[in-house]
């Protein structure tokens, strides 16, 4: 029996981008929704990876593409990476019937322009007729494990009081760190069984995923130790230096070529998703670092690279610090993305940082410290304040907000004006 669909974020910006454009790609790493999602907003379905009908859809493409694309609209075409040449006649077939609406892709890897046969015609770049969308695994709202008293919009609407209290305890979110925001292990029957298929996703990474997106043969050891690497400078500016050295540890030989290649391979599949760094006009000459902070799309991936438990976690509060907030982050994207914002991170030559910089189009910025327990907050509010007294607000703008994301109980405003959250009593 198929479970009962529980509702995403991006419902309502699918929604909308089917009303403004003629087709829509969601793109995010496999195992994620996608098509789920696509689904419940499609009129007719063909998934191009149904290893029933794979040779038909071979044929059919070799014959007259068009010939995939019909059907009830709109129309989800599953996976089309592989079948490139969909992508141009999709953009066809929008500018020959007109209006909005007509399909949703979806994809789980970038195809190169690079791995283009010889003879076959180039992909147009879809602009006009076809808008990305990003999906992202569940947060902590989408899997119901948030109270959502505390609303990100509400926070740049002009909201300025807030009370809050936290649905999980700490054991709770190391729990969902591990499990991550992946449906299927959201609704595993018991932990053991969701932390096994984040394992199998990650062995199916390493083993099958990373090869594909561009052909290339990758030794499957070699890319769980770039895994690993990464996983155990999740949530720093760690240079790609420093990941050479940690990795030569066990593997003299590789080179910044080829770490860089692993390492754009894991992004072409969605998997690695690095915060980039906020530049923002200050009152003085001052060096941002724009280095990017590492991440990937999920924590649970980091966990289970690592062979993490939450009984782990719990005993070594560094490494959990730093994959709450990777959490952070994650859930974060996702609420920022309906506000039509982006999250980035700030630092500067001085030390001064914060964890996230949630910026919207119009100009509106929030600041956030994330920080699991309470004896950082005093210290974290007081670098909030800092930044705020940096940064060039006749440029800029004043803050909507500044805020500590907590794994803490409670939420409230402070008497400086930073608003301390937990994670789990926010919403978008």
Known sequence: ????????????????????????????????????TGEEQAKSIIKLQDPDNVEKYRAAMKAKPTMLLEGPTPRLVDEWQDFPLLWNAVRHLVDERGGAGHFILTGSAVPPE?????????????????????????????????TGEVSLAALFGGQTEISAHARLGLEDLAHAICRGGWPESVLAKTP?????????????????????????ERNPDRVRNVLRSLARNISTLTTAETLLKDLRTNDPTICDKTLASYINALRKIFVVEDEPAWSPSLKSRLAIRTAVKRQFVDPSIATAVLGATPRRLMNDFRSFGSLFESLCVRDLRVYAQLLDGEVRHYRDQTGLEADVIVSL?????????????AGDIDAAAKGLNKLRGKVDVSRMGHPSFLMVLTGTDLGYKRDDGVIVCPISSLKP
């Open 1 to 36: 029996m198929r479970a009962e669909y529980r509702k995403r974020i991006v419902d309502e910006i699918l929604a909308f981008d089917l009303e403004c454009m003629g087709a829509v790609l969601i793109e995010g790493p496999k195992w994620c929704g996608k098509t789920r």
């Open 114 to 146: 690079e791995n283009k046969k010889e003879g076959e015609p180039p992909r147009h770049t879809g602009t006009g007729r076809i808008v990305r969308m990003r999906m992202r695994p569940m947060t902590l709202w989408e899997s119901g494990e948030s």
């Open 192 to 216: 053991r069984a969701a932390y096994m298929k984040v394992a199998s996703y990650v062995d199916e990474v390493i083993h099958e995923d990373v090869h594909r997106v561009d052909g290339v």
């Open 361 to 373: 189009k119009d100009g509106r910025w929030g600041a956030i410290e994330v920080k699991l327990g």
